[in-house]
């Protein structure tokens, strides 16, 4: 089967999925017969034919584990390459999440089960055996034609309860199955971001369960959970009754508050004008059908109820809260693509329209450039898609949106030509670690060419682009442990004027040399800095230097050569951007209050990690780490990611309010009820 490779947003988000979900459960896939009413088939045996298939199996598991922990639904986690009738015994449904190289006798398994009465949810690869026991034949393979094309799905009718009108996924690819008529249905279609039907099965079902063309993503979140539950519910509607009742305490289950009436009557203190009001009348009486509907075992109208009730309730919640005109609001943008399904234009007028005020987007690395570069191998994509920071920086011109170029420094990385990396490693111009062992993907900063290659590659868009700023990211080394090639030995003792016994262990051994040796690093990373300020600062004054850094200063130093403090003091940043990107507010509060003592009098622009929290979509948390800026005085904050999420699900609510445009009005009165 074809693996479905993903674009680098959907990787960040399947890493921190993978990060947070029960990793003890997953670990150890039960081998014992279990009471569990789901049971979720990891693809463990792909291992013995593609080892690195495995972290996909597993991860695409841990998507669908995590989904179904925040339904408040029991289940187990089987391995496919154990798999026999003793463990499915008590199993009711089974969903497959991503199972290439299902062993046979594991297809046997589940074949004997689906025709004593289980049911089935299998994503993207199936065995044959149990394509034919789900009634449908599976069909190719078909890759998107261009970003957007699959963007979500949408039910054809409503003979799945529970189906939301529409879910979003930036599905790049899909494996398709063909309904049979008498034994099969689609009963959800693929559209492309412009809504259009792309007439490609999404969903076939039959009596014994579904087929998903594609891997659950975790985009999405609240309306795939519905899907999943639909899904579920629909082949054995006893698990609908726990998720509801969950569903239904959680409505008013978000920031400082703890129930619905509690929200409620706090939101209503804070009430911003008519459509504050209109939205918590709207909650209220949706949050009631809710409860009604619950009582009377209306389950699918009650988790839509409760849906509508938490929206609506959260859209009051956002509208109450105060903007602050004049401050900094970015995202980070870490695809040159920008948002998937979206095109750059469209992407930035959705954060204008919203208060947003700038965007740092990723438009190059240490051996890639996503636009004409005279420095850099010009991405392949450049040739297809064309230049993106053209387009980036038009959509920007046009919204009165600043744009920041983010070059991600030193580190080759994922989109670099592999043939590129070999040269470089062939040139010695790749880092070794403390064991002796080689980082290709890592140039070495002490290497002179290296540091001419960030600068001359930085300083050139600058030059080619009325560009606002640029920005550092990834300026430093990857650790303590790095970098220790034969180049960095000799440069090293050209610069104390000595030769060194016993390297690279001498370095730590010998408590003088340890100050000199970070130092030395420390000195590499300044150069690039200084001379980019001074350059793009020539050929375009007025042009913003800024950094992505490490939160603890003095430590980071130290550790990763990033003297970000000194920057600030020499005057070479006109901004600076910790990576803050902790969910505890307390934490955050205090490594601000930390930074603007080393910041100095360079504005600083905490970065608020909203991608890299359990709840990527969690606006009230947001809210509150914006808070603490402005009660700090920081002047402004930065965003990471801006993605598919952000875009459809944080944008529009912080626009509501906490970012609203100095010319929009939440209702007929600007300003709190009180006033």
Known sequence: MVKPMRP??????????YLLVNTARAAAPSLKPV?????VIRGDAVAKTSPAERASARQYADTVTAMLDDLGLSFVVLSDESLDAQRLRSVRVAILPYNP????SAAAALSAWLDSGGKLLACYTLHPALAERLGFVLGGFVAQKSPGNFASIRPTDDSVPGLPAETRQASWNLYQAVALPGKSRVVAFWHDSSAANTQKAAFVASDKGFYFSHVILPDDSADKRQMLLALLGS????LWKSAVELAVSRVGKFGQYSSFDQAFTGISRLKFGRACTDALNLARTQYDLACAELAAARYPQAMSAATAARAALLRAFCIAQPSMPGEFRAFWCHSATGVDGLDWDTAVRKLSENGFNALIANMLWAGVAFYNSDCLPVSPQVRTSGDLMAQCLAACKKYGVQCHAWKVCFNMGWPTDRAFIARMTAAGRTQVGFDGKP?????????PDNRKLEIDSMVELARKYAIDGLHFDYIRYPDSDHCFCEGCRKRFE?????????WPGVVRKDAALARQWNRFRQDQINAVVSAVAAQARAVRPGIKISAAVFRNGPTDSAAVGQDWKLWCDRGWLDFVCPMDYTPDPEQFATLVGRQLQWAGPVPLRPGIGLCTWEGETDVPRLIEMVRITRKLQTGGFTIFNYGPNEAARVVPL???GLTRPETARAGPRWGCASE
């Open 8 to 17: 680098i947003i959907a990787i960040i988000a399947i890493i921190f999925s």
């Open 35 to 39: 009471s569990a009413p789901i049971a």
């Open 101 to 104: 190289g299902m062993p046979d």
């Open 235 to 238: 082949m054995d509607s006893s």
């Open 439 to 447: 980082d290709p993907e890592w140039l070495c900063p002490s290497n």
């Open 494 to 502: 050209q610069s104390i004027g000595q030769a060194l016994t016993g």
């Open 654 to 656: 912080c626009g509501q």
